[in-house]
């Protein structure tokens, strides 16, 4: 199985259009040390040749660009592409608003919890995937689905399950109980093989590792997990946002209730970074907070990167 990040970013990117922050002026200018990146998404498949994407980032057409892989390739029709399948782990811009580049009439499957297609049902914008070409399937949660699309099994099957987080930002309903969010809103995807039975996992999006997660990803040959924020409170402190990581629904890499403490005993033989957003000291290669991480064993997610099981 191939796995391809897309885009290692969080929501806005590396750098962030609007952006003044240290990181974001150094990797506009091309400091050594800073890689950009696009926003959060990763492509995964079985023959190299049918791919599913975990989601769909407002980056995708650059990010097609940037892996040919992805391109229709010279047996093919006039009209095709490689993508058969996309599996949405929440409704975040960051990773839905994607689908507006897959339209013209392809047919592929679009995977989603159920509160997640309901979203897009009643945002009309996104009928130009035409419900008779694009086929939307709930997923069920804490059971497999095999991948399928446009007429292709992609010999991969995904289980999602529901992680702690919030509900998409655009979504919040101030006078609610929990904004508005209920289970399901953000979920974890574990993808595995079919033939071979390898199986990673992509949490993009997590709040806090609770027992049940971290018995569900000790042993785990890779993870791709939320590297949101080194600093619960590192957006106050930049004076860029008024708002903590808990707030947000995205746990913290540092500190004794953070991903580094909560992975150390859970023995995953791989473990990347991804959905980093701008203000994180991880982006800076040379930082102290880069060189802690590693230690720990973690990759900072880059574009491009890929990982074969
Ligand atoms: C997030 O991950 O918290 C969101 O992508 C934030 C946003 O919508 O900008
Ligand atoms: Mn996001
Ligand atoms: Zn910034």
């Given at each position: 199985m191939q796995i391809r990040i897309l885009g290692s970013g969080a929501g806005g990117g590396f750098p962030q259009w609007n952006c003044n922050c240290a990181n974001c002026r150094a990797v506009r200018e091309g400091a050594p040390g800073f890689l950009p990146r696009t926003q959060s998404s990763l492509a995964a498949s079985a023959n190299g040749r049918d791919w599913v994407l975990l989601n769909a980032s407002p980056d995708l057409r650059q990010q097609l660009a940037m892996n040919p892989v992805l391109a229709p390739s010279a047996?093919?029709?006039l009209r095709a592409s490689p993508i058969k399948a996309v599996v949405i782990t929440n409704g975040d811009v960051d990773h839905v608003t994607g689908l507006l580049t897959l339209r013209e009439a392809q047919p592929f499957t679009v995977y989603g919890a159920g509160r997640v297609l309901q979203v897009l049902a009643a945002?009309?914008?996104?009928?130009?995937?035409a419900p008779s070409c694009v086929a939307r399937e709930e997923l069920p949660l804490g059971a497999p689905t095999e991948l399928k699309g446009a007429g292709v099994d992609l010999g991969l099957s995904v289980e999602a399950f529901p992680v702690a987080g919030k509900i998409a930002l655009w979504l919040e309903d101030a006078l609610a109980a929990n904004y508005g969010g209920a289970e399901g809103d953000t979920l974890g995807l574990k993808i595995t093989e079919t033939a071979s039975g390898k199986s990673f996992f992509y949490i993009p999006g997590c709040a806090g590792v609770d027992p049940a997660l971290a018995e569900r990803l000790r042993g785990a040959a890779l993870v791709f997990f939320d590297g949101t924020l080194w600093h619960e409170n590192e957006m106050i402190d930049q004076g860029l946002l008024g708002k903590t990581g808990t707030r947000m629904g995205h746990i913290n890499m540092s500190g004794p209730d953070g991903s580094i403490a909560a992975f150390a005993p859970l023995n995953v033989a791989r473990k990347i970074y991804v959905h980093i957003n701008n203000s994180n000291p991880v982006l800076n290669a040379f930082s102290k907070e880069r060189a802690e991480a590693k230690f720990a064993g973690w990759e900072i997610g880059e574009d491009g990167m890929e990982a074969l099981l």
């Open positions: 047996e093919d029709g945002n009309r914008i996104f009928n130009v995937l």
